[in-house]
């Protein structure tokens, strides 16, 4: 057990002997001092249960000892008792307490009260010091009990950050200050291909060489603390095992602690490939359709120059000035087509175009375009169109619109059909829906594409000769689906495309 430090004052050494000598035992450690200075200096760096002080001693007495004791932090609290011989008057014994006695002892000592009187104050300290290790011992187990609670709700908050960044379809990541990646989430991994350590080291070699030196700049620019807590930048990523980018709209948000000092910097990549290639194509748009319209116009100037020069001859032939005006009446049926597709596509974009159903023999729609189409697909003097159309299929539809949808698909079929071929049309009816299909033997599409035809300003064909603005198809998916129906395609590369309209039988559609 540890010896209980008690210190023991006296200029005179025979004093000190008195005391030590009827002390000493294994429990106490009897410190000596012959001063009030040395007593003082004793209790800079001990602690001691108990301080024995004589009170007459040369330089500094007993009391000044005392009231310098009770002054210092470290000692405040040690019971004094004085030792002295000279005076049991009452004033004496005051002035004793005031500079801080609990007790006094008298001269010539005797052992045994000597022995009781310091074994009570021993005890008491021994009982105060333990009191004190255990408050300090339940204080520590509160303090781990704390941070052990503290690193499991940090866990779990770990937890829930990484299921909620796997939850959504961006990639997500986070690097340090430094801007060295520490975190990924699984779409990271999906669509980058890489595993963790990959990652990290090739984190900014995924980028696209051209937009590396903007991105760069912006991170320096973060890094350095030049910038504001969030920055944003626009890049192509790599896609997994392929040599193909895609675009990606990054914004970058530091996080940071309760003190508000910056802790990481966390990513987000949003997909914005599709929106990137539609601003593409809505660049290409006016021209293509300033193009588009140019043909037709020149075809309506020339023919009303033509009929001039012809009219101001006086013999003119009638046939001849007929036959001049229809190409020009042709040309500007042309030029109220593109029109027309030009106003459907703003009214599907702005939520104007609406349809109007009731009760129509779609039998007649669909051989009106096929007839439409017979003569055009003559003088082209290539391609065959064949159709087989059950008679008088009703249905509640809007006419005009499915027409167009049909006329927008024979359209297509010719022009992606460079070489020969036949054009099937066929409507039929199924158990609990209508089928308009057109089948061509043309260029097809690849599967990859299919999805997209429908999306505005997609055009998968590469062939500048093939002309069109990407927006037919866009627009009668549109009405179909207003028609709680659905476009349907099959189609094999070199082999051809096939074309089908599908539309419920509605309770009014009946076959006669
Ligand atoms: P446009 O024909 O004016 O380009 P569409 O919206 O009608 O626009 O068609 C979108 C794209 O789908 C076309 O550019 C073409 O690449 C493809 N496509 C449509 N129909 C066919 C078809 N029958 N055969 C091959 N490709 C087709």
């Not at 052990?148 to 990639?171: F, M, T, V």
């Not at 066929?426 to 299909?437: F, G, N």
Request: charged share 30%; proline share 3%; glycine share 4%.
């Amino acid at each position: 057990m540890e010896r209980v430090n008690i210190l023991l004052v006296d200029d005179r050494p025979e004093g000190v002997y008195t005391l030590e000598k009827v002390l000493a035992c294994e429990e106490y450690n009897l410190v000596k001092a012959s001063s009030g200075q040395e007593a003082l200096k004793c209790l800079l760096d001990r602690d001691f249960a108990l301080i024995l002080l004589d009170v007459q001693m040369p330089i500094m007495d007993g009391f000044e000892t005392a009231t310098l004791i009770r002054a210092r932090k470290r000692s405040s609290h040690v019971p004094i008792i004085f030792v002295t011989a000279i005076s049991k008057d009452e004033q004496f014994v005051g002035k004793g307490y005031k500079s801080g006695a609990v007790d006094y002892l008298f001269k010539p000592i005797n052992p045994e009260i000597l022995k009781s009187k310091v074994s009570v104050f021993v005890d008491l300290y021994i009982k105060n010091k333990k009191i004190k290790e255990q408050e300090l011992l339940i204080h520590k187990r509160e303090l781990e009990e704390q941070k052990a609670k503290y690193i499991q709700a940090r866990y779990e908050d770990l937890l829930r950050y990484e299921s909620l960044a796997n939850s959504i379809p961006h990639l997500v990541w986070r690097t340090n200050l430094d801007g060295e990646p520490e975190y990924f989430n699984h779409k990271w991994f999906e669509y980058t291909g890489l595993d963790f350590a990959s990652s990290k080291k090739g984190f900014f070699s995924l980028i696209h060489e051209h937009d590396l030196p903007s991105v760069n700049e912006k991170w320096r620019k973060a890094l350095a603390n030049e910038g504001t807590d969030s920055f944003s930048y626009e890049c192509r990523l790599r896609q997994a095992g392929t040599d193909k980018y895609k675009w990606f709209w990054n914004l970058v948000v530091a996080e940071k602690d309760k003190d508000q000092n910056k802790i990481s910097w966390v990513g987000t990549s949003t997909d914005i490939d599709e929106m990137k290639a539609i601003e593409r194509h809505k660049a290409s748009f006016l021209s293509i359709a300033s193009h588009e319209l140019r043909t037709p116009l020149t075809a309506i100037k020339s023919s009303m120059e033509l009929a001039t020069m012809l009219i101001e001859n006086e013999n003119f032939d009638s046939n001849n000035l007929k036959e001049i005006l229809s190409v020009g009446t042709e040309s500007s049926d042309q030029v109220n087509e593109l029109l027309d597709e030009f106003l459907d596509f703003s009214r599907v974009e702005s939520g104007r175009l609406s349809i109007r159903p009731q009760k129509t023999n779609l039998s007649d729609i669909v051989k009106k375009s096929v007839e439409s189409y017979t003569p055009r697909i003559r003088n082209l003097g290539k391609h065959r169109i064949e159709s087989l159309i059950s008679n008088d299929v009703y249905c509640n539809v809007d006419g005009p619109r499915i027409r167009q949808v049909v006329d927008n698909l024979i359209s297509n079929a010719i022009k992606y059909s460079p070489v020969e071929g036949c054009i099937k049309v066929k409507l039929a009816m199924e158990s609990d829906q209508i089928a308009i299909s057109v089948a061509d033997q043309g260029i097809g599409i690849e599967a990859a594409n299919l999805d997209k035809i429908f999306h505005p300003f997609k055009r998968v064909n590469e062939d500048e000769h093939v002309k069109g603005l990407g927006i037919g198809l866009y627009i009668s998916s549109w009405i179909v689906e207003e028609h709680k129906g659905c476009i349907e395609v099959h189609s094999a590369v070199g082999k051809g495309s096939e074309f089908i309209v599908k539309l419920p039988t509605s309770s009014e559609a009946t076959q006669q």
